[in-house]
Nanobody, 121 residues
Framework: QVQLTESGGGLVQAGASLRLSCAAS????????LAWFRQAPGKEREYVAA????????SYALSVKGRFTISKDNAKNTLYLQMNNLKPEDTAIYYC??????????????WGQGTQVTVAS
């Protein structure tokens, strides 16, 4: 019912910035909770940031707090992740997710296919 497509990833140098986008189709985000996760090779999926679908309140993982900013444009039905001062440890595939239940699991959320972010040292 909701299809998500990430874009904006790429290869950058440490300290650079990138803005990831997650475009939704099929249905609008509405009051869905939205989030970004990432997964590095050989590691488990890691929570990055989320934004409430009801009041827009953002939250962040401690590892990115102060460097990343999550936002959304309801008119464009698009979720964003502004990433500043990127570090090599930020290298991963980034996924966006939308959940009508506020739970971000395979069963309770819609997931995109991911976009690769590589930060060179």
């Amino acid at each position: 019912q909701v299809q998500l497509t990430e874009s904006g990833g790429g290869l950058v140098q440490a300290g650079a910035s990138l803005r990831l986008s997650c475009a939704a189709s099929g249905r609008t985000f509405g009051t869905y909770g939205l989030a970004w996760f990432r997964q590095a090779p050989g590691k488990e999926r890691e929570y990055v940031a989320a934004i409430s679908g009801t009041d827009g309140t953002p939250s962040y993982a401690l590892s990115v707090k102060g460097r990343f900013t999550i936002s959304k444009d309801n008119a464009k039905n698009t979720l964003y992740l502004q990433m500043n001062n990127l570090k090599p440890e930020d290298t991963a595939i980034y996924y966006c997710a939308a959940s009508p239940t506020m739970l971000f699991t395979d069963q309770n959320a819609y997931w995109g296919q991911g976009t690769q972010v590589t930060v060179a040292s």
